[in-house]
């Protein structure tokens, strides 16, 4: 389930908000270990993820770097280029 948490800092333009609550959904998963809550859970699920969400946000507004930034394309290719190493496809 976590190889679906990019890396969120230092992209220009800056990380959505959409990709932000993915990878808030996503780490919940892997904490609770369900992709999907029961009723009884929902809410505290959604609560997590709205935490951690919120905690993202934060810890991205406040990070500092010299690096200048990343630009998505590029990286989506060295990632595709990775992937066809390591699976040879």
Do not use: W
Request: hydrophobic share 40%; charged share 30%; net charge positive.
């Amino acid at each position: 389930m976590c190889r679906n948490i990019r890396v969120l800092h230092n992209f220009e333009p800056p990380a959505t908000n959409d990709e932000i609550e993915a990878a808030a959904v996503q780490y919940v998963r892997k904490v609770s270990g369900t992709t999907r809550p029961s009723a009884a859970n929902e809410e505290a699920f959604n609560e997590a993820v709205r935490a951690v969400a919120k905690a993202t946000q934060t810890l991205l507004g406040d990070l500092v770097t010299k690096a200048p930034p990343r630009d998505r394309a590029v990286e989506a290719a060295k990632a595709k280029a990775r992937a066809a190493e390591r699976y040879g496809s």
